[in-house]
């Protein structure tokens, strides 16, 4: 496919850049009313982050949630294609990784295949501040595309491409979308909590666009 030309963000939004929306736009705080989001440092209270995290991506955000930022800072999420080609470079690198085609467990914030998944190998159990991977960096300077945070992408999640949009264009299927409403979105790069080692192409995944994971977080983009 071909992508036109794009501006995205360099890493995830952070929890600090979160909180500013927050307190200017009065929106819902990411927090989870179940004990698994009190056992680590992912709920709010109120519109604080958990102490000492404002440099982490902000995650127990839904869709919805990173929609709203995104249109807040007069930006939009970027589509799949936006994301793979910032990530992975065009298909000519012929890339698995960011930064080429051999696993490297200290080039991003992994977890491990076996429950509970978390793992401090890399120097960090949960998430990590933004950019703390420079050797995982993208061609085009995009840290953390892969691990930290599963990142929202605008697509819905289809197994049939007739179901896509795209522009008209001499070379072909160009900028491809596959719009809302769906039941699931398409989510890229893995998080701290998942292997890529055993699966490299696992990366790519879909999940309900209402839920709050602590898995999961977001970049903006823009035309």
């Not at 200017?24 to 009190?38: K, S, T």
């Not at 429950?115 to 960090?124: L, S, W």
């Not at 709050?212 to 977080?217: A, D, L």
Request: net charge negative; proline share 8%; hydrophobic share 35%.
């Amino acid at each position: 496919v071909w992508v036109a030309a794009f501006r995205i963000d360099r890493t995830e939004v952070t929890r600090r850049a979160y909180k500013t929306f927050l307190d200017a736009y009065g929106y819902r705080a990411p927090h989870v009313d179940e004990p698994w989001a009190n056992d680590g440092p992912w709920n709010w209270r109120g519109t604080d982050y958990p102490a000492q995290t404002g440099d982490h991506p902000v995650v127990l955000a839904s869709w919805y949630d990173a929609t709203e930022y995104c249109l807040w800072r007069g930006a939009r999420l970027p589509t799949e294609g936006e994301w793979q080609v910032a990530a992975l470079g065009t298909m000519d690198k012929q890339r698995i990784f960011p930064w080429g085609n051999d696993y490297g467990g200290q080039r991003l914030n992994h977890g491990k295949m076996m429950t509970p998944n978390f793992d401090d190998a890399d120097g960090y159990l949960t998430t990590s501040p933004v950019g703390s991977f420079p050797a995982g960096r993208s061609e085009f300077g995009a840290e953390d595309t892969f691990g930290n945070a599963w990142e929202f992408t605008s697509d819905m999640r289809v197994d049939d491409w007739r179901l896509i949009e795209s522009t008209p264009s001499e070379f072909g299927l160009t900028n491809p979308h596959a719009p809302a409403p769906g039941l699931h979105v398409a989510v890229r790069g893995g998080s701290y909590f998942f292997d890529l080692m055993p699966n490299p192409a696992g990366e790519r995944n879909h999940f309900l666009p209402e839920i709050r994971r602590k898995t999961s977080g977001f970049r903006c983009a823009a035309d």
